[in-house]
């Protein structure tokens, strides 16, 4: 490869930085990163999952996604209660906080799709289908 700029990966790597950054301002006004977004995203689907669950749909492993789970129970979005027959499962919980947050953060986050709608206009179906065909192929 004679440059960098030309390898799939590092192109790959500055569009995620580059979304991600424009999801963080947008997310940040209710004090959620992008990734809390996404847990919060699959708990509105349905309540009372556990944290492998949670990590199991997301792609994130359990060391991470227990530092996800602890910072939205410090900040009042979820609540963690044992598993009645194993209390070493945890279900979680949105709290009021958690679920009235949906509509102002699934806001925050079609503005973003919005702009990246706008930025690739009539390229945007391909690119979307492309992006699924790269991300689920293996």
Known sequence: MDKIEDCISFLLGKAQQ????????LLAEHDVTPVQYAALCVLWEKDAQT???????????????????????RSGLIRRHADESDRRIYHLYLT???RALRAPLDSAMEKLNAEVV???????????????KVGTSG
Not at 18 to 25: I, L, N, P, S, Y
Not at 59 to 71: E, N, P
């Open 18 to 25: 580059r979304v991600t950054r424009r999801a963080k301002e």
């Open 118 to 132: 706008e930025l690739l206009g009539k390229d945007w179906p391909r690119f979307h289908r492309m992006l699924r």
């Open 96 to 98: 009021d906080r958690g």
């Open 51 to 73: 944290a492998a669950e949670l990590g199991a749909r997301l792609v994130i492993d359990s060391a991470t996604m227990t530092g996800v789970i602890d910072r939205l129970e």
